[in-house]
């Protein structure tokens, strides 16, 4: 089996069921009213977000994010907006506090709940607390999804997902996404193992300094979302796999 052989079957391994019957789809049909029920007047939508939405979801990830989209004129600050969602849903299925979502346990599923607040006008930008700073930012989550989607690195992202679930990393998915297209932006596409290994060299050479920032909001320092200590954890196994001499000591 070539290198390319094994990455791929090992990216079919983790792959995720899609489609209007898959148990994401089926899930968020069933959290939906919930979620009306908690958001009121001030739902603007619910849409699928993520790695799901991305095309870049693998098992052993979050099964489904959701993207509560609230209205501009929604009177409640973010942080409480935050709070309140957690608090929805904390007696009634596990529960936990993320960065910028709400991680909760629902059908057999861990599900990302992302609450946002719609800015003024006709635009997809909304504002999201950030529990980890205590802060807010801004983003355009739909943007994210087209930016990734449309790629043509969705394996390699696949594949660094698989890396950081097998090795228990702490590297938020948009932080990883945009490493891989920032490590892989002058590289042919459909070579999947080739480029991968391009990717582990970046890490160790070049990911500890850079300044990666979101493509819909210059402001928000992505690269910022992890400290050196974490940061060096990456570029630690990164190099680690650099001294391997077969895949399946990689990935499995």
């Not at 990455?7 to 079919?12: E, K, N």
């Not at 590297?171 to 391009?198: D, R, Y």
């Amino acid at each position: 089996m070539t290198a390319e052989e094994y990455v791929h079957s090992i990216v079919r391994k983790y792959q995720q069921q899609t489609g209007t019957n898959s148990p994401a789809h089926k899930t968020a049909n069933l959290l939906f009213n919930s979620i009306k029920n908690w958001a009121g007047d001030f739902l603007n939508e619910v849409h699928f977000s993520g790695s799901y939405a991305k095309g870049t979801g693998v098992k052993g990830s979050a099964d489904l994010d959701l993207f509560i989209s609230l209205k501009s004129d929604t009177p409640y600050t973010l942080q409480y907006i935050f709070d309140s969602l957690f608090d929805n849903y904390k007696d009634v299925v596990p529960s936990r506090r993320q960065n910028v979502s709400i991680g909760i346990k629902y059908n057999g599923l861990d599900i990302d709940l992302v609450p946002g607040k719609k800015q003024k006008g006709s635009t997809n930008f909304h504002s999201l607390y950030k529990s980890k700073t205590g802060t807010w930012t801004q983003t355009n989550v739909k943007n994210h999804i087209k930016i990734v989607s449309e790629s043509g690195r969705c394996d390699e992202i696949r594949i660094m997902k698989i890396w950081r679930h097998i090795n228990n990393l702490d590297f938020p998915s948009i932080f990883l996404e945009l490493s891989v297209l920032e490590a892989l932006k002058h590289s042919n596409k459909n070579q999947s193992a080739t480029n991968i290994w391009k990717v582990f060299h970046y890490l160790k050479n070049d990911f500890l300094e850079k300044r990666i920032v979101d493509p819909s909001n210059t402001n928000n320092i992505i690269s910022d979302d992890l400290n050196k200590q974490e940061k060096r954890k990456i570029v630690q196994l990164a190099e680690q796999v650099l001294t391997k001499k077969y895949w399946s000591d990689i990935i499995w």
